[in-house]
């Protein structure tokens, strides 16, 4: 199987998530670094939440945002004004929200909020085997419905992307630490992301 993930044909983003998460023995960590994110894909990620250890993320800051909040949420990623034309979302955003509040996840930005994060990485490992082969996704896909390579809402189609699968020793080591380091340099922002989810008060995202 190739390694290069292109949304396209089947071989998406989500599934090769999925395929890599179904071969582990036991629970996984998932870290992800995303500028953008909607609650679409944190939907479809909760399919797999039994087999989910925890879930760290860091998110970029929006250059789009008019809000003072650090955190950019973004509902729906389709050029909508309405909030009632995004009623197909607001199912997704209540599983995002459960999903955040009950099981070991935690979003994290960057301190320094004047720095954008353009960066996009899926790094999947078990904390608590070190010897277990460790793998990492890296390109251009945000966590998004589109950027996974779903499908739906209002009819959209999956963003074309190309990410490579990376699983050599050296290499997950070198993502492992780049996701540390950049760790360290944010603050804990998940209380904030909750309450924008109950809240309702969203943005919107680029393709």
């Known amino acids: 199987m190739s390694k290069l993930i292109t949304n396209e044909d089947g071989n998406t983003l989500i ?11 036991s629970k996984i960590t998932l870290h ?11 939907e479809a990620l909760a399919l797999s939440q039994d ?22 949420f973004y509902l729906d990623e389709n050029e909508l004004d309405i909030f009632d034309e995004q ?6 955003t209540k599983i995002a929200h459960n999903f955040i509040k009950n099981h070991q996840v935690t979003i994290h930005t960057l301190k320094n909020n004047t720095q954008l994060i353009h960066s996009k990485m899926y790094f ?3 904390e608590n085997n ?19 390579g779903l499908t739906g809402g209002g009819g959209s189609n999956p963003n074309k992307e190309l ?24 603050k804990d922002s998940t209380s904030e992301l909750l309450n924008l989810l109950q809240t309702s008060y969203f943005y919107h995202s680029p393709k």
């Open 51 to 72: 087999k989910l250890n925890s879930v760290k993320m860091i998110l970029g800051k929006s250059e789009q945002a008019i809000s003072k909040d650090d955190i950019a």
């Open 163 to 186: 990410n490579l699968l990376c699983d050599s020793k050296e290499t997950t080591k070198d993502c492992k630490e780049y996701f540390d380091k950049l760790l360290s340099q944010c």
């Open 87 to 92: 009623l197909d979302d607001i199912k997704a």
């Open 15 to 25: 599934n090769r998530l999925n395929a890599l998460i179904e071969k582990y023995n």
């Open 124 to 126: 999947l490992y078990d």
């Open 130 to 148: 070190a010897n277990i082969e460790q793998n990492a996704i890296i390109g251009s896909s945000n966590f998004t419905a589109s950027g996974l």
């Open 32 to 42: 992800i670094i995303s500028g953008f994110f909607n609650a679409k894909a944190f």
